[in-house]
């Protein structure tokens, strides 16, 4: 799973910007968000089906929601409309998502250091030496 995890993260990550990238420049982003959404409720409710929940019920297991979810509803809907203005503005497919990317993960270092413990390494921080450099000429025109 460790493996086949990423590789579905991978191919979602480009359908993701292939489809951002695709929809009318004309269209209301808010309606595009519905139609997204409403697809993503059925899908999920189909997979519903190969994730069972065993004994437990929809009501037991929304008993266990936390803030979490509810903040990754809102980063979702930010995401998928920041996207989309970002591909409307003129971005490049081939550097937004990369640029947005490594502007994350190193926002992120912070945080999963101080709130996860996660450790870095040397060759760690080398990788983000590298992807700042990327990042610089990537934007150098």
């Known amino acids: 799973?460790?493996?086949?995890?990423m590789l579905i993260v991978i191919a979602a990550n480009i359908l993701y910007h292939i489809s951002q990238k695709s929809i009318s420049k004309t269209l209301n982003p808010m309606v595009s968000m519905?139609?997204?959404?409403?697809?993503a409720l059925i899908i999920t409710v189909i997979f519903l089906l190969i994730f069972p929940m065993g004994k437990s019920s929809i009501s037991s297991e929304l008993k266990s929601i936390n803030w979490a979810?509810?903040?990754?509803?809102?980063?979702?809907v930010g995401l998928e409309v920041g996207f989309l203005l970002v591909y409307r503005s003129g971005w490049n497919i081939s550097f937004?998502?990369?640029f947005s990317n490594v502007v994350v993960t190193i926002l992120l270092i912070p945080v999963g250091i101080y709130f996860f413990k996660d450790k870095i390494t040397y060759t760690n921080a080398l990788g983000v030496i590298v992807?700042?450099?990327g990042i610089y000429l990537i934007t150098k025109k």
């Open 1 to 5: 799973m460790y493996y086949i995890s």
């Open 96 to 98: 937004a998502a990369i």
């Open 131 to 133: 992807s700042i450099l």
């Open 34 to 39: 519905i139609v997204t959404y409403s697809t």
């Open 69 to 76: 979810s509810y903040l990754l509803g809102l980063a979702a």
